[in-house]
């Protein structure tokens, strides 16, 4: 098996089809009497990974693309409609199967994470941000690293030092940063498992701070490592800070950059969510496939966006 993107998504499909015969729970379930769909959630999975690693926003240009090179590869191809539909009431199954691959991988179960969030764009006029199915959900936010305004949502995710992403949520562009990473931490139940079996350190930047959450924190058994505010006293570990925070910049980029984060498409709450779900399973697929590879650097996608 090589570094390609044929090997990856054969690997991946096989995977996918393997633990959903063994969790039949976590598809979505399905009348018996009805029409049975030709293509299984499986393929569509693995249809849906190789569409954010080669870069297609749109699902009709994707399709048109898989019925002129891929047919061979997926014969019974749903139109875009059904394919829309599909992918968004597999979004929950998308968020579990990420989660059970990186914990296959030999870097899931590392005890020291990087977190920060990053902007999702969901529009730029006037009238989209009050005409939009996502008004009240997106808002009006600023990011202090791009020194712009925009309107739409946060990205907040966990990653190890690896880059393997290990929780993530949607807010928000104002949601507080802190509320959201003590939601996935009590939510994430791989990340909860870790945190009660060893104790874990989280590397933050300035934004993650204030007495009763570092406190909340240190009850759960979590180091928090930030960058001291103006008026503090010096904290530990300070010369640590620099290059470990470039990993989760370098994260947040290769989803921007080559996963089109925000080119995302989605104009509904279940439309945005699955297409981010989409994104992180394709990174995370990536890491996985490279791990079991014995790659050196195992967050690179240059082998499959192709």
């Not at 954010?52 to 139109?79: C, I, K, N, Q």
């Not at 997106?138 to 690293?145: I, L, N, P, R």
């Not at 995710?157 to 959201?180: F, I, N, S």
């Not at 931490?185 to 204030?210: E, F, H, M, R, V």
């Amino acid at each position: 098996m090589g570094a390609d993107l044929d090997a990856l998504i054969t690997a991946l499909y096989v995977t996918t089809d393997d633990l959903l015969k063994q969790h039949p729970y976590r598809v979505p379930p399905r009348p018996k009497v009805g029409f049975i769909p030709h293509i299984s959630d499986a393929e569509l999975l693995a249809l849906a990974v190789m569409q954010a690693l080669l870069g297609f926003a749109s699902e009709r240009r994707w399709l048109r693309h898989v019925r002129t090179h891929l047919l061979a590869m997926f014969p019974d191809l749903p139109g875009q409609s059904g394919y829309n539909k599909r992918l968004r009431a597999l979004a929950p199954t998308m968020a579990w199967l990420t989660t059970r691959l990186a914990a296959m991988t030999s870097i899931g179960d590392d005890t020291t994470w990087v977190v920060d969030s990053t902007p999702v764009e969901c529009g730029r006029s006037r009238e989209t941000a009050k005409r939009s199915d996502l008004a009240g959900w997106a808002e009006y936010g600023y990011c202090a690293s791009h020194s712009r305004y925009f309107w739409g949502l946060r990205l907040h995710l966990v990653c190890t030092l690896h880059g393997l992403p290990t929780g993530w949520a949607l807010t928000g562009a104002k949601a507080d940063e802190r509320h959201a990473l003590c939601d996935i931490l009590t939510g994430t139940t791989s990340l909860a498992a870790t945190q009660a079996s060893s104790p874990t350190t989280i590397i933050a930047d300035k934004n993650y701070y204030g007495r009763v959450f570092e406190a909340e924190l240190a009850d759960a058994g979590i180091a928090l490592l930030r960058p001291q505010r103006k008026g503090e006293t010096p904290r530990s570990g300070h010369h640590l800070f620099k290059p470990l925070r470039q990993i989760i910049e370098s994260v947040n980029d290769t989803l921007k950059g080559q996963l089109d984060l925000e080119r995302h498409g989605g104009r509904t709450f279940s439309g945005v969510c699955v297409r981010i779900a989409q994104r992180i399973l394709a990174l995370t697929a990536a890491i996985w496939h490279n791990d079991h590879l014995g790659a050196t650097i195992k967050r690179s996608l240059t082998a499959y966006d192709h």
